[in-house]
């Protein structure tokens, strides 16, 4: 089969995700921007042409898809969405003003450029900690802001935090504001109806992912609850003939191993509807 890859596979969630521990086959690990490229070069070897074009819609003509990037139209009988997920924001005055002045999402991107200063890390879970970790390698001090009573991430990476020494973690808080003059300067937050405040350079949101449907809905996707395309998890179909979806936009667990596993599922569902 004739097979077209469109998008940026630098901006995966994968490729800007660090250093991965949990994947199969890498027992020293191996980062993500490595994985991607090497996933990228293994299926060009079998044929797989690429073009790091980001697809800006797509619309069904009957028996074919036309999908349009900003440069081209492509058209084809099947498609497999695997539009991932973006980080969801704070929704707070100052962030959007700071975001590149202070405010990050992405810590192995933006990690490096406070280093030995002091940052602020605001979320919960895997993530959270994850760049918890990072940062309390190349900073001075790095303030955990969480509305949970707790930490929910891994044990391994609860025991990795567990004993550092320039790391301080603020639970029950609601962060009000980020405030600063050109760059960030400090987090506004509050603890039981009680205005804080910590001076820091830097602030990464880590508050999880929202799903990129944007092509499931120029196609009319059926979504779940949680606004997840909606697949049968036997075959990765979605509710159009034809369309098949995989990874972090169908929801469930987003780990790169189960993000691979429905993608090969996804792919032999594609084959199997073409040559029927």
């Not at 990050?104 to 959270?128: E, M, P, Q, T, W």
């Not at 891994?154 to 980020?178: C, H, M, P, W």
């Not at 995989?246 to 596993?261: H, I, K, P």
Request: proline fraction near 2%; charged fraction near 20%.
């Amino acid at each position: 089969m004739k097979t077209l890859i469109l998008g940026n596979v630098y901006g995966s969630q994968q490729s800007t995700g660090g250093f991965y521990e949990n994947y199969p086959g890498f027992p020293d690990g191996i980062q993500g921007i490595e994985l991607s490229e090497r996933m990228l070069e293994q299926a060009q070897k079998f044929g797989a042409e690429y073009q790091a074009e980001v697809a800006e819609k797509a619309v069904h003509l009957g028996d074919i898809f036309r999908v349009k990037t900003e440069n081209w139209e492509y058209e084809c009988k099947s498609l497999i969405l695997v539009t991932g997920a973006s980080h969801r924001k704070l929704g707070v005055p100052g962030e959007t003003e700071f975001t590149t002045r202070g405010v990050s999402y992405c810590v192995h991107c933006d990690g490096a450029l406070f280093r030995k200063k002091n940052v602020a890390v605001i979320g919960y879970g895997n993530g959270a900690a994850r760049a918890v970790l990072y940062l309390s390698n190349i900073c001075n001090r790095v303030h955990l802001i969480t509305s949970r009573d707790k930490l929910v991430a891994e044990a391994v990476y609860l025991q990795r935090i567990k004993d550092l020494s320039n790391f301080v973690a603020t639970f029950g808080a609601e962060v009000t504001a980020i405030k600063g003059d050109e760059t960030v300067g400090s987090v506004e937050f509050l603890v039981a109806n009680t205005p804080r405040s910590v001076k820091v350079d830097g602030v990464f949101v880590e508050m999880g992912m929202k799903p990129n449907t944007e092509l499931a809905q120029s196609l009319g996707l059926e979504l779940t609850q949680g606004g997840f395309i909606r697949v049968n998890r036997l075959n990765q179909e979605t509710s159009m003939p034809g369309v098949f979806a995989a990874g972090d936009v169908t929801g469930g667990r987003m780990q790169v191993a189960t993000a691979v596993g429905s993608g090969a599922s996804a792919a032999i569902s594609a084959l199997q509807y073409l040559v029927k």
